[in-house]
């Protein structure tokens, strides 16, 4: 039937739209042509006083979708316009074509599966999130970042469609028989030795559900709900949760004939594998980490595993292990490592660093659990150097308004993980940095297979979210030496409330805080599923916090509350 | 010559204002965020409804046979 | 049925982690070693001078305190374990041998442990100044570099701590002699349970899970000769004329300390006849056969890992073959049906109770009821519904089947 045409809804809108029209001419009337001309040249200042922006009011109600884009000033406004969004538009499809092997296979996948149908489309609008109030060398780094995210994914799921059976009426293609599905945390870099013949990693999970997480945050809870309703209680890990329902969803590709799971990071990672052997029903290799990592003792133990591992593939594809294909890569990789430090050493030691809080996290993540597999990781790098040290040179503070300097610890909410740009806009904390980030922190020496094979174990170990989430309390209590490292006079502190590991650290936490005097804030969250914790919740916990607690006034209170409940 | 000349300025005067358009066009879907909006209340809405109402296996009807694959167990 | 001599000896025993028997063993200048999981080789523990008592905390309804460091959304075993501790309960405890077998546990436990670091206050919870506590890292598959994993860390984790700060003798001999005596346990207990499997039982579920925890939680050579002596008095046990329970099952799931919890299936008409859970006989009471060609040590660490049906097990193979075995077990104790109940807050078996629900009943033909539980369980209506339910069923089945 079709929707019956509400006449005095319209109406409201369009008196909305009047008042809101009269309300903006009244102001530019007010403001006098100077301020008019410097806001419209420079966009409006980031300030609580009468003039200042007021980003909340940009979202439409429940949506959050924009009533319209931010005006950043004219040179912003252009360079975000053409720069970020139709520059990731026309990516979008040029990606595409440079990925895969038939485009008409994308728009085939596109139709068979939810993740990528509701996930690809809003892209531009999770830059939008992350970006959002950004200025300058802040929006144009970070921007980058995003730019090689989203190019990774493109890749990926390029990879499961050239791949995936379903695509091509049942056959198993060349590309089939070059892709090698493993856990999306099992890193990219125990990979790396099969590369040279065209092997390609396949993170089952990375795109159907973690990078779905960040960009349509509904989609996810299609494949919760589904490993719930064969009986599984709603406790367990929500991440494992939705790693199991993609199977139980029938909603991945049949893209490669073997399959590595991974016991990182917790329990629900080994259990997932139980429903998603039963569902794949290939041939499958168990890669476990050790988990008293820390035990010198350990490093033998998983030297073998990772052997066998690499003997299954060369078994069971016919692939071989190359020497030469793991150093090359494994040297980018360091390089990228090397970038990072450098990165780190300007966002620890100055004011100068331009990459926002979100944009930081996930580009990290992202890129050293999906490894070297195209060059977007370093070319973003590269850019993102440069506009660095063009700030360090000029003195630029690409977040002027930073009232603290935080650190994020445990693992964020992939929902919201945007968080920082928000709490940045309406508090002014500026995430440094966090716990997802510094995993991994190593580089692997290629002297000698010995050598290699040492490095590769400890990487592998230092998994996330196995080393400070789940791991011994050695490393979880780092968070203080980075806190100092870093220069943070604040600690966030998320609290996945289905982590088992963090929530049995939950006490301890406390009584450091206290006994440490350390400003942190908790913020709950459940990890892929905003229906436990919503988005405004986290806001008002950090707004009690801020106002309560520290007794600060908000940068911008049009942010303090508003309702996006529905928003991707 | 002359009017060669003038066919090729009306020609640049046509396609500047093509251009402008153009980005003005740009422009307004871009400051309005009409992209975002055709996607929320449009092609979402289309493609889950399309999902939801997809024909899928029942995987619970999958086989699991107990001695279907060996132990991968190697000498290394 | 005549009541068993020992029965309430036993059910008072189990009031307590530190019992009498404990005390009794302590006084003998004997080391109290905790553990709480299946893959610390319990056989270890009860080597000369010291003895192995598997952690409960019976009747902790309320952890408070442990809830504010655990939070309340890890299992309530642990946590319960957690406020014992914080109480005292563990104070007689000279070393916990801990293993990271699953997160909630391994969090407890590190609460237990010094740590020496600048980063965070230790809490010494054991106040006992001797106390230690040490971890073992436990391998996810059992395969051949499973099996030297284990055993090294075993040598070093579990022994020559057990060496250096009490003495004790780690020699082969030794080792030969705790396996001896661990061997004579599980001969007396497989022997009780064997009872389970005759068409009249002579013993109830609630009996055996008693007994099997006695031989838990106390000193082995204090418990033996009450368990000899039960296993001689189970000879002549006569069964009931009148068969008083309307269907067997197979209790399987994660871990169950609570014999009530038993007793509440036997109440609904249930008979458990078969205990696959943590803290249950068959795999702990399996018997180590010593292989001379390889060391005692190395016999212990593969026998732990080829006889756990733990779902932390991650090889494709082994996932298969637990189902399988779980299977099997209800066949071979004749059972109707198979009960997999998981604590709440288990990952593991969270996962492996959805599986097996489904695979037991499409795959075996073996009706599951699949219950989600807490560490104390004893007044739950609602289980009470679920079982009673679950009895009915299975008699209706019977029915159609014409049985």
Same mark, same amino acid.
């Given at each position: 039937?079709?929707?019956?045409?509400?006449?005095?809804?319209?109406?409201?809108?369009?008196?909305?739209?009047?008042?809101?029209?009269?309300?903006?001419?009244?102001?530019?009337?007010?403001?006098?042509?100077?301020?008019?001309?410097?806001?419209?040249?420079?966009?409006?200042?980031?300030?609580?006083?009468?003039?200042?922006?007021?980003?909340?009011?940009?979202?439409?109600?429940?949506?959050?979708?924009?009533?319209?884009?931010?005006?950043?000033?004219?040179?912003?406004?252009?360079?975000?316009?053409?720069?970020?969004?139709?520059?990731?538009?026309?990516?979008?499809?040029?990606?595409?074509?440079?990925?895969?092997?038939?485009?008409?296979?994308?728009i085939k996948g596109t139709w068979r599966y939810r993740w990528m149908g509701q996930t690809y489309l809003p892209v531009i609008h999770w830059f939008e999130r992350g970006l959002q109030g950004t200025r300058g060398e802040a929006m144009r780094a970070s921007a980058w970042h995003y730019r090689a995210m989203v190019s990774a994914s493109i890749q990926q799921i390029c990879n499961f469609f050239n791949a995936d059976t379903r695509l091509h009426n049942g056959a198993e293609n060349d590309a089939y028989k070059h892709s090698i599905y493993a856990n999306e945390t099992t890193c990219g870099t125990l990979f790396y030795p099969f590369m040279d013949e065209g092997y390609k990693y396949i993170p089952i999970e990375m795109i159907p559900y973690f990078v779905t997480c960040h960009v349509n945050s509904?989609?996810?809870?299609?494949?919760?709900?589904?490993?719930?309703?064969?009986?599984?209680?709603?406790?367990?890990?929500?991440?494992?949760?939705?790693?199991?329902?993609?199977?139980?969803?029938?909603?991945?590709?049949?893209?490669?004939?073997?399959?590595?799971?991974?016991?990182?990071?917790?329990?629900?990672?080994?259990?997932?594998?139980?429903?998603?052997?039963?569902?794949?029903?290939?041939?499958?290799?168990?890669?476990?980490?050790?988990?008293?990592?820390?035990?010198?003792?350990?490093?033998?133990?998983?030297?073998?595993?990772?052997?066998?591992?690499?003997?299954?593939?060369?078994?069971?594809?016919?692939?071989?292990?190359?020497?030469?294909?793991?150093?090359?890569?494994l040297e980018r990789q360091n390089k990228l490592q090397r970038d990072e430090w450098e990165k780190w050493e300007v966002a620890s030691k100055t004011n100068y660093y331009p990459i926002n809080g979100v944009a930081q996290a996930l580009f990290r993540i992202f890129s050293t659990q999906y490894g070297i597999q195209g060059d977007f990781w370093e070319e973003a790098s590269?850019?993102?150097?440069?506009?660095?040290?063009?700030?360090?040179?000029?003195?630029?503070?690409?977040?002027?308004?930073?009232?603290?300097?935080?650190?994020?610890?445990?693992?964020?909410?992939?929902?919201?993980?945007?968080?920082?740009?928000?709490?940045?806009?309406?508090?002014?904390?500026?995430?440094?940095?966090?716990?997802d980030s510094l995993m991994f922190d190593m580089e692997i020496r290629t002297d000698s297979y010995e050598n290699m094979l040492e490095d590769v174990v400890q990487y592998h170990m230092w998994a996330p979210m196995r080393r400070m989430a789940v791991g011994g309390m050695h490393h979880i209590f780092e968070l203080w030496d980075y806190q100092k490292k870093f220069n943070c006079d604040m600690v966030a502190m998320y609290d996945q409330l289905q982590c088992k590991g963090m929530q049995g650290v939950h006490g301890l936490f406390e009584d450091e805080f206290r006994k440490r005097n350390i400003k942190a804030f908790w913020l709950p969250h459940a990890l892929p599923d905003s229906r436990t914790v919503s988005r405004a919740e986290i806001r008002r916990q950090i707004n009690d916090y801020m106002s309560t607690v520290m007794h600060e006034e908000p940068l911008d209170p049009s942010l303090l509350d508003f309702d996006d409940s529905m928003t991707w | 010559m002359k009017k060669c000349k003038c066919r090729i300025a009306k020609f640049f005067l046509k396609f500047l204002g093509i251009f402008f358009l153009a980005n003005v066009a740009l422009f307004v879907v871009f400051f309005f965020d009409l992209d975002g909006k055709l996607m929320f209340n449009v092609v979402e809405p289309f493609l889950k409804k399309h999902y939801d109402n997809m024909e899928r296996k029942d995987t619970l009807k999958a086989p699991y046979e107990m001695n279907k694959f060996p132990k991968y167990d190697y000498e290394t | 049925m005549k009541d068993l001599k020992?029965?309430? %000896?036993?059910?008072?025993?189990?009031?307590?982690?530190?019992?009498?028997?404990?005390?009794?063993?302590?006084?003998?200048?004997?080391?109290?070693?905790?553990?709480?999981? %299946?893959?610390?080789?319990?056989?270890?523990?009860?080597?000369?001078?010291?003895?192995?008592?598997? *952690?409960?905390?019976?009747?902790?309804?309320?952890?408070?305190?442990?809830?504010?460091?655990?939070?309340?959304?890890?299992?309530?075993?642990?946590?319960?374990?957690?406020?014992?501790?914080?109480?005292?309960?563990?104070?007689?405890?000279?070393?916990?041998?801990?293993?990271?077998?699953?997160?909630?546990?391994?969090?407890?436990?590190?609460?237990?442990?010094?740590?020496?670091l600048d980063s965070v206050d230790d809490m010494r919870i054991i106040d006992n100044d001797d106390f230690f506590c040490e971890f073992t890292d436990i391998p996810f598959k059992n395969n051949e570099n499973s099996y030297q994993h284990f055993e090294t860390q075993l040598r070093a984790h579990v022994l020559e701590p057990l060496n250096k700060n009490f003495g004790i003798d780690i020699s082969d001999e030794a080792l030969?002699?705790?396996? &001896?005596?661990?061997?004579?346990?599980?001969? *007396?207990?497989?022997?009780?349970?064997? %009872?389970?499997?005759?068409?009249?039982?002579?013993?109830?579920?609630?009996?055996?899970?008693?007994?099997?925890?006695?031989?838990?939680?106390?000193?082995? %050579?204090?418990?033996?000769?009450?368990?000899?002596?039960?296993?001689?008095?189970?000879?002549?046990?006569?069964?009931?004329?009148?068969?008083?329970?309307?269907?067997?099952?197979?209790?399987?799931?994660?871990?169950?300390?609570?014999?009530?919890?038993?007793?509440?299936?036997?109440?609904?008409?249930?008979?458990?006849?078969?205990?696959?859970?943590?803290?249950?006989?068959?795999?702990?009471?399996?018997?180590?056969?010593?292989? &001379?060609?390889?060391?005692?040590?190395?016999?212990?660490?593969?026998?732990?890992?080829?006889?756990?049906?733990?779902?932390?097990?991650?090889?494709?193979?082994?996932?298969?073959?637990?189902?399988?075995?779980?299977?099997?077990?209800?066949?071979?104790?004749?059972?109707?049906?198979?009960?997999?109940?998981?604590?709440?807050?288990?990952?593991?078996?969270?996962?492996?109770?959805?599986?097996?629900?489904?695979?037991?009943?499409?795959?075996?033909?073996?009706?599951?009821?699949?219950?989600?539980?807490?560490?104390?369980?004893?007044?739950?209506g609602q289980l009470r519904t679920r079982f009673q339910a679950f009895v009915e069923s299975v008699e209706i089945k019977h029915i159609q089947e014409g049985k």
């Amino acid at each position: 039937m079709a929707k019956k045409f509400d006449v005095s809804k319209m109406k409201e809108k369009l008196a909305e739209k009047k008042n809101g029209f009269e309300k903006t001419v009244t102001e530019l009337k007010a403001n006098g042509f100077k301020k008019n001309a410097h806001d419209f040249w420079y966009g409006k200042p980031h300030t609580a006083e009468p003039g200042g922006r007021r980003l909340g009011e940009l979202y439409e109600d429940k949506t959050g979708l924009l009533k319209h884009r931010e005006w950043r000033g004219v040179k912003d406004t252009l360079y975000y316009m053409y720069m970020i969004w139709g520059y990731n538009y026309v990516h979008m499809i040029t990606d595409i074509l440079k990925y895969s092997n038939n485009p008409i296979d994308f728009i085939k996948g596109t139709w068979r599966y939810r993740w990528m149908g509701q996930t690809y489309l809003p892209v531009i609008h999770w830059f939008e999130r992350g970006l959002q109030g950004t200025r300058g060398e802040a929006m144009r780094a970070s921007a980058w970042h995003y730019r090689a995210m989203v190019s990774a994914s493109i890749q990926q799921i390029c990879n499961f469609f050239n791949a995936d059976t379903r695509l091509h009426n049942g056959a198993e293609n060349d590309a089939y028989k070059h892709s090698i599905y493993a856990n999306e945390t099992t890193c990219g870099t125990l990979f790396y030795p099969f590369m040279d013949e065209g092997y390609k990693y396949i993170p089952i999970e990375m795109i159907p559900y973690f990078v779905t997480c960040h960009v349509n945050s509904h989609t996810v809870l299609n494949y919760i709900d589904a490993v719930q309703s064969i009986g599984l209680p709603g406790d367990p890990c929500p991440m494992c949760q939705a790693e199991a329902g993609i199977f139980v969803l029938d909603d991945v590709p049949d893209a490669s004939p073997i399959v590595i799971t991974c016991n990182e990071a917790c329990d629900a990672s080994v259990s997932t594998s139980t429903l998603q052997d039963w569902f794949a029903d290939k041939p499958l290799f168990a890669l476990p980490i050790p988990m008293q990592f820390d035990d010198p003792l350990v490093k033998k133990y998983c030297m073998k595993e990772i052997e066998e591992m690499w003997k299954f593939i060369e078994d069971q594809t016919g692939a071989k292990f190359s020497w030469d294909s793991m150093v090359k890569r494994l040297e980018r990789q360091n390089k990228l490592q090397r970038d990072e430090w450098e990165k780190w050493e300007v966002a620890s030691k100055t004011n100068y660093y331009p990459i926002n809080g979100v944009a930081q996290a996930l580009f990290r993540i992202f890129s050293t659990q999906y490894g070297i597999q195209g060059d977007f990781w370093e070319e973003a790098s590269e850019k993102v150097k440069k506009i660095m040290y063009k700030c360090v040179e000029k003195k630029i503070n690409p977040f002027p308004q930073t009232r603290h300097r935080v650190i994020a610890w445990s693992c964020a909410p992939l929902y919201f993980s945007n968080w920082c740009t928000w709490a940045y806009n309406c508090w002014g904390l500026n995430v440094i940095i966090n716990m997802d980030s510094l995993m991994f922190d190593m580089e692997i020496r290629t002297d000698s297979y010995e050598n290699m094979l040492e490095d590769v174990v400890q990487y592998h170990m230092w998994a996330p979210m196995r080393r400070m989430a789940v791991g011994g309390m050695h490393h979880i209590f780092e968070l203080w030496d980075y806190q100092k490292k870093f220069n943070c006079d604040m600690v966030a502190m998320y609290d996945q409330l289905q982590c088992k590991g963090m929530q049995g650290v939950h006490g301890l936490f406390e009584d450091e805080f206290r006994k440490r005097n350390i400003k942190a804030f908790w913020l709950p969250h459940a990890l892929p599923d905003s229906r436990t914790v919503s988005r405004a919740e986290i806001r008002r916990q950090i707004n009690d916090y801020m106002s309560t607690v520290m007794h600060e006034e908000p940068l911008d209170p049009s942010l303090l509350d508003f309702d996006d409940s529905m928003t991707w | 010559m002359k009017k060669c000349k003038c066919r090729i300025a009306k020609f640049f005067l046509k396609f500047l204002g093509i251009f402008f358009l153009a980005n003005v066009a740009l422009f307004v879907v871009f400051f309005f965020d009409l992209d975002g909006k055709l996607m929320f209340n449009v092609v979402e809405p289309f493609l889950k409804k399309h999902y939801d109402n997809m024909e899928r296996k029942d995987t619970l009807k999958a086989p699991y046979e107990m001695n279907k694959f060996p132990k991968y167990d190697y000498e290394t | 049925m005549k009541d068993l001599k020992h029965l309430i %000896y036993f059910e008072n025993l189990l009031q307590e982690a530190n019992n009498e028997l404990v005390k009794q063993a302590k006084a003998d200048g004997k080391r109290a070693i905790g553990y709480t999981c %299946y893959f610390m080789p319990e056989v270890l523990l009860d080597l000369p001078g010291c003895f192995s008592v598997r *952690l409960r905390a019976p009747r902790c309804t309320s952890p408070d305190i442990a809830t504010y460091y655990l939070s309340g959304r890890v299992c309530h075993y642990a946590r319960s374990l957690m406020e014992r501790a914080l109480e005292g309960g563990y104070n007689f405890l000279d070393a916990q041998m801990a293993t990271e077998t699953c997160t909630a546990t391994c969090r407890f436990q590190e609460h237990l442990q010094q740590k020496h670091l600048d980063s965070v206050d230790d809490m010494r919870i054991i106040d006992n100044d001797d106390f230690f506590c040490e971890f073992t890292d436990i391998p996810f598959k059992n395969n051949e570099n499973s099996y030297q994993h284990f055993e090294t860390q075993l040598r070093a984790h579990v022994l020559e701590p057990l060496n250096k700060n009490f003495g004790i003798d780690i020699s082969d001999e030794a080792l030969r002699k705790a396996v &001896e005596e661990h061997n004579e346990v599980c001969r *007396l207990i497989n022997e009780i349970g064997e %009872y389970r499997k005759l068409d009249n039982p002579t013993i109830t579920g609630y009996e055996f899970h008693v007994i099997q925890l006695v031989s838990l939680a106390c000193p082995k %050579y204090l418990i033996l000769p009450y368990l000899r002596e039960t296993a001689e008095e189970m000879k002549t046990r006569e069964p009931d004329l009148k068969k008083n329970f309307r269907c067997k099952v197979v209790l399987a799931g994660s871990e169950n300390d609570d014999p009530d919890f038993t007793k509440l299936i036997e109440s609904c008409g249930a008979l458990v006849v078969c205990d696959r859970f943590c803290y249950g006989a068959v795999e702990s009471r399996v018997p180590i056969v010593l292989d &001379e060609s390889k060391s005692v040590l190395r016999n212990i660490a593969e026998h732990y890992l080829k006889t756990s049906n733990c779902p932390r097990f991650m090889p494709q193979d082994e996932m298969r073959a637990r189902k399988q075995r779980l299977a099997k077990l209800a066949k071979d104790y004749h059972a109707d049906g198979v009960i997999i109940a998981s604590n709440k807050f288990c990952e593991y078996w969270s996962y492996e109770r959805v599986i097996d629900t489904f695979i037991l009943q499409r795959d075996f033909g073996l009706p599951v009821c699949s219950i989600e539980k807490e560490y104390i369980n004893s007044a739950s209506g609602q289980l009470r519904t679920r079982f009673q339910a679950f009895v009915e069923s299975v008699e209706i089945k019977h029915i159609q089947e014409g049985k």
